[in-house]
C-alpha cells in the first residue's frame, strides 16, 4: 500500500481507488501544480520484459494524445528505485477525471433517453477518430472506460490493451484480450488480426446498452457469449427509432467491410439523426468524490479492539477481516467484485446498490465509513453521507448502501 507515500518528492498518495490483475490505482495529488492526479502502478510480479513491453506501449500512445474525450497522461517510472518505500516501482500518472462511469449511470439509471445516449456516442468517436488517425487500435471501448464528467463530457479512460498498428501484439494467440461482451466476432476469433473496426462494432455495443439497458447477449457464461457472438446470434435493439437502431445494425455488423467504416463517419451520421453536434445532458448525477483527502479529526478517532461484523435484516453475518473492506454489486459484465457483493447474498434490494457503492476501512485503531460516490447514497444511521467524507463508525450504527440496510456490531 502506497497510501500515504510521497513518490519523487512530488506525487502524494491520498488513496487506494481499486485494483486489477495488472494495477493498482491510486488517487494522488501534484504538489508541483496542485492537480489531483491518477497513480496507477504495475503489480511487482508482472514485471518482466513482455509486460514491461505492454507498459511501454501503454505510456507510448498515451504520451501521443492531447483529445478532450480521452485521458491525458502526465508523467511515467519504469522500474524506478523510490528511496523512501525501498521498493522498485512502474507507473503512470495521469489525469484524474471527476464523475461517473458510462456503466454505472447505466445501471442506476436504466436506458438513456436517445438524444443523450448517441451524444455521448458522438464524443467517444471523436476519440476514436483521433487515436484511429495515428494508427492506434483500443481494442476494450466498454461503458466501464468511459467517465461522464460533471459537464457531461464524456471521457475515455483506460488504454491497458490498447496497440499500434505498428507495433506486434503482446497478447498470446490463445489469450483472448478485451471485454468479451463487446467484442466483435473477429477478436475472438483472430485476437491479432484486428482493425479499427474493431472499435466500431464495440461503440455499437456500448450504444445498444445506453439505448435499452441491457446487451446484446443475455447470457452470461464464457463459451455461451462468445458462440453467440461468433454466429452474430445477437438479442435484436427495440424501442428506439429507425434511425438509431440503423445506427447500431450497421456499427455491429457481423463482417467488418459491412460495418461503418470510420469514427468519422459515425460522427456525421450521429450528428445527422440529432440534427445537428448536440451534447448530453444529464441532469442530477450525485457528486463526485473529490476529497478523499479530507483530514479526520484526532478527537473522532478512538482506539477499537473488538473486531466487527456486518449483519443484513436478512440475518446474514459478515465479517470484516480486512483493513478496508469495499461493499458493492457485482455484475456480469464487470469481472471485478466488491469485497462484499450484496447480490450474490442474494438481497433483494441489492440492485439499488452501486458496484463500488461504499467501503468500510481501519485506520489508526477506529473503524470508518466513506461513501464511494455511489449513485443511490449511503446513509450512516439515517443521515447521508457526502461522497468523500470519512465518518467514524461505532456498535450498532445502521448504514444504508442504497436500499440495502447493514448493521455494524461487535463480533
Request: glycine share 6%.
Amino acid at each position: 500500500m502506497l497510501t500515504g507515500q510521497t513518490l519523487r518528492n512530488r506525487y502524494s498518495v491520498y488513496d487506494r481507488l481499486g485494483s486489477g490483475g495488472a494495477a493498482t490505482v491510486y488517487l494522488a495529488r501534484d504538489s508541483k501544480t496542485g492537480q489531483m492526479v491518477i497513480l496507477k502502478v504495475v503489480h511487482p510480479h508482472l514485471i518482466d520484459e513482455s509486460f514491461m513491453g505492454r507498459f511501454r506501449r501503454e505510456i507510448e500512445l498515451l504520451s501521443q494524445l492531447d483529445n478532450p474525450h480521452i485521458i491525458k497522461l502526465y508523467d511515467w517510472a519504469l522500474q524506478e528505485h523510490d528511496p523512501v518505500t525501498n521498493q522498485t516501482l512502474s507507473y503512470i500518472i495521469a489525469e484524474f477525471v471527476e464523475g461517473h462511469t458510462l456503466s454505472d449511470i447505466i445501471d442506476t439509471r436504466g436506458a438513456l433517453p436517445e438524444p443523450d445516449a448517441l451524444a455521448i456516442g458522438r464524443q467517444i468517436a471523436i476519440g476514436l477518430a483521433d487515436i484511429h488517425s495515428r494508427g492506434i487500435i483500443h481494442r476494450d471501448i466498454k461503458s466501464q472506460n468511459i467517465m461522464i464528467t460533471p459537464t457531461n463530457i464524456a471521457k475515455l479512460i483506460d488504454f491497458g490493451i490498447a496497440k499500434s498498428t505498428n507495433q506486434a501484439t503482446l497478447t498470446n494467440p490463445s489469450h483472448f484480450a478485451g471485454t468479451l461482451f463487446y467484442a466483435p466476432p473477429e477478436q475472438i476469433m483472430e485476437t491479432h488480426s484486428v482493425d479499427h473496426r474493431a472499435d466500431i462494432y464495440a461503440l455499437g455495443v456500448v450504444l445498444y446498452e445506453m439505448l435499452s439497458a441491457r446487451l446484446p447477449v443475455s447470457e452470461r457464461e464464457f463459451g455461451a457469449v462468445a458462440s453467440r457472438i461468433i454466429s452474430g446470434d445477437l438479442d435484436p435493439l427495440t424501442g428506439v427509432s429507425p434511425e438509431a437502431e440503423s445506427l447500431v445494425a450497421d456499427m455491429m455488423a457481423f463482417r467488418p467491410e459491412n460495418r461503418i467504416a470510420s469514427a468519422e463517419l459515425v460522427i456525421k451520421k450521429i450528428e445527422k439523426i440529432l440534427g445537428g453536434a448536440e451534447s448530453p445532458d444529464l441532469k442530477n448525477l450525485p457528486p463526485v468524490v473529490t476529497a478523499h483527502m479530507m483530514a479526520v479529526s484526532q478527537d473522532a478517532i478512538k482506539a477499537q479492539g473488538p473486531r466487527y461484523k456486518l449483519v443484513a435484516t436478512t440475518g446474514q453475518a459478515i465479517p470484516i477481516t480486512q483493513n478496508e473492506t469495499v461493499i458493492g454489486r457485482s455484475h456480469p459484465r464487470d469481472p471485478s467484485a466488491p469485497d462484499i457483493d450484496l447480490w450474490t447474498l442474494g438481497i433483494e434490494e441489492a440492485r439499488t446498490a452501486s458496484r463500488r457503492h461504499c467501503r468500510v476501512f481501519l485506520k489508526d485503531d477506529a473503524y470508518f465509513l466513506e461513501d464511494l460516490a455511489s449513485m443511490n447514497g449511503t446513509f450512516l444511521n439515517d443521515i447521508q453521507c457526502v461522497a468523500g467524507t470519512i465518518y467514524p463508525l461505532k456498535d450498532g450504527d445502521q448504514i444504508m448502501a442504497g436500499r440495502v440496510q447493514l448493521t455494524f456490531t461487535k463480533q
